[in-house]
């Protein structure tokens, strides 16, 4: 399966904000939404300039304490952002979130941002995949045992 495949089966709707956007906004959003990340996008257009997560906010709280309401987006967010393609292997979507580190993976194609790939997606990928080899496997056993008892 790859990243294309996937995104048509859960959508490719992705949650963006604003560099400039407070971080009390963007977690009444996140709340909202009941999701963990958000792409930070530019002005006027869709380019990632960065990506701002649960964990980047707990790092902001830990260094600046309940102040971190009225900061923006910006003075938090990871500026640099690892994205993948649509073409890509769930393998290396893997690969790439464990080395990583990462837990939201943006979906870039030719014409820009269109999905997101979270680890929750590949976790139920993954899922699926060993229970769709155990099926494979428990029929190939029972064809086996079939054709001994003939």
Known sequence: MNVAALLKAKGSRVVTTRRESS???LLRRMALERIGALIVTGPGDERI?????ERDIVRGLAEHGAAVLNMRVSDLMTHTVKTCAPHDSMKHVMTVMTRGRIRHL???DGS???GIVSIGDVVKYRLEEMELEVNVLRDACMVGRV???S
Do not use: D, E
């Open 23 to 25: 971080i009390q906004t």
């Open 112 to 114: 820009g941002l269109c």
């Open 106 to 108: 943006p979906v870039v």
């Open 147 to 149: 054709a001994l008892a």
């Open 49 to 53: 300039v960065g990506i701002i997560s």
